[in-house]
């Protein structure tokens, strides 16, 4: 029963996914786009974790951190650019 569930949850966040690349090809704004990535990085977390737990393994739930890590900091230099046009002072 649970590898229904996993499948379900796999297939929820990879429609996610798909949605936020439409919202970075369409998105009326900048700040729109960069929400979008921040989103995909959530989504792209989310599968980790789904897959860890499908193959019973630690090893994907930190990758899931170092991604989480990364994103993050890939959403700051995005918005730091997008409000000075300058990443580092």
Known sequence: MIEY???FAAGCY???LLID???IAV???AADR???LDTMVINVIALLVL???WRGTAIYFEAAML???VGF???VAYCRYLLRGDIIE
Do not use: Q
């Open 5 to 7: 569930a996993l499948l």
């Open 73 to 75: 900091v890939s959403t």
């Open 67 to 69: 991604i989480a890590m």
């Open 21 to 23: 690349l439409w919202r």
């Open 14 to 16: 990879g429609l996610a």
């Open 34 to 36: 960069i929400l979008a």
């Open 51 to 53: 897959y860890g737990v």
């Open 27 to 29: 998105g009326p704004d």
